[in-house]
């Protein structure tokens, strides 16, 4: 008898007839001898309304609080009606919101993270015969104040109960049936990966693959939780994350990602002298604001940098307010932003011991006429800032260039 957490998005319990379809699968794994416990994100499109609501009566201007109280309740419908769709074939269901588990996060509204599962509740009705559901996205600080845990935090809540819990599987159902080469919705040859390891599921769930939440990876791979990822219409084995193994490292890029959530800000004409970079990234820090990709081009002739960096999208208005002051009071010249960038990444744990990537990559964009706005290194991936409107442009031609859509074995650069 093993310990299941299968974890439903919001595709898969969008209608009535799918919320019927998730029941039955968890029905199922408790009539094979599996104590089950499910999460489920909200109906489909059902976040994206409801920050939508928020949008339009504040223009932006909210409490963050208030915005993670108005979005949760998403998830409030979809384990209410699961609850009531395993009872009606037969089981026991139970469901929890975040508060009521407890799922315990900071206080970082909007993006909290999780610091604890206390599973009593889920255990006590586990051992009563239950399949027990429970809220994905949300959670709770220590003042009692619900939280949310950024958007596509379902996987997290899911993988944080399976650690909690020591379940033997974590099961990541959603609209496609594995992690692929490359998002399948944007390259239809693109194949799907049997196994991934930790290492690359994390840069690629971080440059963009929304497939999995990226902390949801971080905390698989930190408690070791084996997770899977399948389809909810379909039967397949999926793809397993587990750890690296040499096998992997014979292939030089395994997969490639991309992200259109980013903006790119550029502070024109830094003095060059210590402690600027320091104000900059620490008024963004203070704010909240991660700073993805970071590049500083010094001036021989004038002593002058410019600075330019990546932020969130959705962080780029406030990023551009918050600077304003701190640029003016260095006496840069300009503060300019451009939200209509892309990132493209390959990714791939071969590339440590593999050279000639980043040739390649750039081989092939330049064949397609993509300008490169910036560029950064990590040992396994290399990641490029272009223009939005060539990113599917850019990404299939990277994935035509590792020959992706072949099988491993058969790629003549492996
Ligand atoms: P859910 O609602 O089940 O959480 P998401 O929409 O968050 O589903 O994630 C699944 C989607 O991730 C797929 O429909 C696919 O378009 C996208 N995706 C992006 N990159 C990949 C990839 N490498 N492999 C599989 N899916 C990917
Ligand atoms: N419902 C939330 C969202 O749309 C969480 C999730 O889907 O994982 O972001
Ligand atoms: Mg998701």
């Known amino acids: 008898m093993s310990l299941i957490v299968q974890k439903y998005g919001g595709t898969s319990v969008g209608t009535i007839q799918r919320i019927r379809n998730v029941a039955a699968r968890a029905v199922a794994a408790h009539r094979a001898g599996h104590r089950v416990v499910v999460t489920v994100s909200a109906m489909a499109g059902e976040t994206n309304r409801l920050v939508a609501l928020v949008e339009e009566l504040s223009g932006g201007d909210y409490s963050q609080r208030e915005y993670d109280v108005v979005v949760a309740t998403g998830e409030q419908v979809s384990i209410g009606l699961?609850?009531?769709?395993?009872?009606?074939?037969?089981?026991?269901?139970?469901?929890?919101?975040?508060?009521?588990?407890?799922?315990?996060?900071?206080?970082?509204?909007?993006?909290?993270?999780?610091?604890?599962?206390?599973?009593?509740?889920i255990l006590a009705d586990l051992d009563a015969g239950r399949i027990v559901v429970v809220a994905g996205f949300q959670g709770v600080d220590e003042h009692g104040a619900v939280t949310t845990l950024g958007r596509g935090g379902s996987d997290t809540s899911a993988v944080a109960i399976a650690a909690g819990l020591k379940a033997d599987f974590c099961d990541i159902y959603t609209d496609v049936d594995g992690v692929y080469t490359t998002d399948p919705r944007v390259v239809p040859k693109a194949r799907k990966l049997d196994r991934i390891s930790y290492d690359e599921m994390l840069e690629m769930a971080s440059l963009g693959a929304k497939v999995l939440q990226t902390r949801s990876v971080e905390l698989a791979k930190k408690y070791k939780v084996p997770v899977r990822v399948l389809s909810s219409l379909e039967e397949g084995t999926g793809t397993l994350l587990t750890e690296e193994d040499d096998d992997m490292e014979q292939v030089v890029v395994s997969a490639i990602a991309f992200n259109r959530d980013e903006a790119k800000i550029t502070v024109l004409g830094v003095p060059d002298k210590p402690g600027i970079a320091a104000l900059i990234f620490g008024t963004l820090a203070d704010a909240n604001i991660n700073v993805d990709m970071i590049l500083q081009n010094v001036s021989v002739s004038s002593g002058e940098t410019d600075l330019t960096f990546t932020v969130p999208k959705g962080d780029f208005r406030q990023a551009m307010e918050v600077l304003k002051g701190p640029v003016a009071s260095i006496g840069a010249r300009d503060l300019v932003g451009d939200p209509d960038i892309a990132k493209v990444s390959v990714v791939g744990v071969g590339m440590r011991s593999h050279s000639g990537v980043a040739q390649r990559m750039f081989k092939a964009l330049s064949a397609e006429g993509i300008n490169i706005r910036m560029i950064s290194t990590s040992e396994i991936k290399i990641s490029v800032v272009i223009d939005e409107k060539y990113m599917e442009l850019a990404v299939r031609a990277l994935h035509a260039a590792f020959e992706l859509d072949k099988d491993a074995g058969d790629r003549v650069g492996k």
């Open 82 to 121: 699961l609850a009531i769709a395993i009872d009606s074939l037969g089981v026991p269901a139970r469901s929890y919101q975040g508060w009521q588990v407890r799922l315990v996060t900071d206080s970082v509204h909007a993006k909290a993270r999780i610091l604890d599962v206390e599973a009593a509740n």
